[in-house]
């Protein structure tokens, strides 16, 4: 399996690590279905499924409409994605935070508010999307609808000559972004069969113990192979094998029992004639 030049560097049968792999398949088979097994229990019973709501919002910078094109000018856009940024790191401010858990009656700090809130832009747009992430999926709807009650009014307060509005509220949910158990499940199911894998490879490669005498013809092609020795530990139809051995030794003893007592038949009845 690991075999060493006489230039000290090794060369590896990389033929005979697949055989070894595949006659040992079934065990990493057994250990991908175990630590998937694992891995799908695990995220079912220790990890709290999470869920999410979204509305969004409308930026107005003030801007006005070309009457020809009907279409808002490419300075007055740009200016509304430019306010996009602007109007996040108010929603992220400890003052709006603050205001939306007194109006939605949270049990939350503003860092821990903050840490459930994701923003962003949609498609570089004027438009853009508020995330509430939560363990509860009617909390979470009612954290976004909260902030787009809250926001706009904040955004006014500081912002001269802009405005925000609401485009859609926060629907409640069911359905659950994380975990995802089937992710889960095949991750360990990967990881369970690399390991086993690996670990069949370490110890094929550390194995030094001639297996066959095919292995001694084929390393060794120009020593002869004078003589091999039986296995007689394998319980086969060879009459090497200690169980036909017996047989055989049971056959000659009943064998010589039985001309023993024909002799001493024969015997009996010249004596008696």
């Not at 490879?201 to 194995?207: H, K, R, S, T």
Request: glycine content about 6%.
């Amino acid at each position: 399996m690991l075999k060493k030049n006489a230039d000290n560097s090794y060369e590896i049968d990389l033929i005979a690590l697949f055989k070894a792999l595949w006659k040992r398949v079934w065990i990493i088979i057994v250990c991908a279905f175990i630590v998937g097994a694992a891995f799908f229990a695990y995220a079912k019973l220790r990890i709290v499924p999470r869920y999410s709501s979204s509305t969004m919002l409308y930026v107005n910078n003030g801007g006005t409409i070309d009457i020809k094109s009907y279409k808002i000018s490419a300075a007055d856009l740009s200016t509304a994605q430019s306010l996009v940024s602007t109007y996040i790191v108010i929603l992220y401010s400890r003052s709006c935070l603050n205001q939306v858990i007194a109006e939605a009656g949270l049990d939350y700090s503003y860092g821990q508010l903050g840490s459930m809130i994701s923003a962003s832009a949609v498609d570089e747009t004027e438009i853009f999307q508020i995330t509430v992430t939560s363990t509860n999926p009617d909390e979470a709807a009612l954290i976004a609808n909260t902030i787009a009650e809250v926001l706009p009014e904040k955004i006014s307060d500081i912002v001269d000559g802009s405005s925000v509005r609401v485009v859609d509220y926060a629907v409640v949910s069911r359905g659950r972004i994380s975990p995802n158990y089937s992710r889960y499940a095949i991750l360990g199911a990967v990881i369970g069969a690399v390991v086993s894998a690996i670990i069949i490879i370490i110890f094929q490669l550390l194995d030094d113990i001639i297996h066959s005498d095919e292995y001694i013809t084929e390393t060794y092609p120009d020593i002869p192979l004078l003589a091999t020795i039986p296995d007689l530990t394998r319980h086969n139809r060879s009459a090497y094998s200690y169980g036909n051995k017996n047989k055989i030794a049971r056959g000659y003893e009943d064998a010589y029992r039985s001309a023993v007592a024909d002799d001493k038949f024969s015997k009996n009845n010249g004596g008696a004639k």
